[in-house]
């Protein structure tokens, strides 16, 4: 089946600082990729939705100047939770999909901002 | 919009008990259901899916079936397992739409 990878799985970070996070196809074209957040035992909320060569789609409440969403290739899409504190401290996961058929998931990133 | 419901949990059951996840939905089009499985500390896995009405998922002894006439996509499982333990994820998508996703149960088996 297709895989999704993400990087790094976990990190931790200093307040104020950025963090990058990848997202990755492996053995297929990723036409729309989504970013989703986690919280602690609760559902997934979706963040944005980005297509290849073109700019995110964010959901309403998503700061899209703290988080950027590059979706420059096929195969890779990067968050970027810039000048991250505490409260934005979550799992991250991904997914991709080829030309809207069934999306894949990465097995996420752990963010923890000290 | 598109929205899922499913049961509250969490769920607690003996092995080889009988499981069952209520999950019902609304949608505008005919959306193709979900269910995903996570495990402690991982992303999600597709446990098993159905496209049409009537279709019934399968898999690793986990089904569900597609019932348009009650929107409905329930989870069951004959006889659960330790290694069952985790949360699970009924979720619907309409084409090119993001997935819907339930609130989660989760399922947690005692030996």
């Known amino acids: 089946g297709a895989v999704v990878s993400q990087h790094p799985s976990w990190v931790i970070c200093k307040s104020g600082t950025s963090v990058k996070i990848e997202c990755r196809s492996l053995?297929?074209?990723?036409?729309?990729m989504f970013w989703y957040r986690q919280f602690p035992k609760q559902s997934l909320m979706l963040m944005a939705t980005?297509?290849?060569?073109?700019?995110?789609?964010?959901e309403q409440g998503v700061e899209k100047d703290k988080f950027l969403i590059n979706h420059a290739s096929l195969t890779l899409s990067t968050l970027t939770v810039t000048s991250a504190h505490p409260e934005d401290s979550s799992f991250y996961i991904c997914?991709?999909?080829?030309?809207?058929?069934?999306?894949?998931f990465g097995p996420g990133t752990r963010l923890t901002v000290t | 919009g598109d929205s899922v419901t499913q049961m509250e949990g969490p769920v607690t059951l003996s092995e080889e008990a009988f499981l069952t996840i209520n999950c019902t939905y609304t949608?505008?089009?005919?959306?193709?259901l979900f269910w995903y499985v996570q495990y402690p500390g991982e992303g999600l896995q597709l446990l098993l899916k159905?496209?049409?009405?009537?279709d019934k998922g399968s898999n690793k002894g986990f089904e569900a079936t597609y019932r348009k006439e009650t929107t409905s996509f329930h989870l069951e499982k004959g006889s659960v397992q330790v290694s069952d333990s985790a949360v699970y994820f009924c979720?619907?998508?309409?084409?090119?739409?993001?997935?819907?996703f339930g609130k989660g149960t989760r399922l947690s088996v005692i030996a």
């Open positions: 949608a505008t089009g005919y959306p193709s």
């Open positions: 997914s991709a999909s080829h030309r809207g058929y069934e999306q894949y």
């Open positions: 053995d297929f074209q990723a036409t729309t």
């Open positions: 159905a496209t049409k009405a009537d």
């Open positions: 979720a619907l998508s309409d084409t090119n739409t993001p997935l819907v």
């Open positions: 980005s297509n290849e060569g073109s700019k995110a789609t964010y």
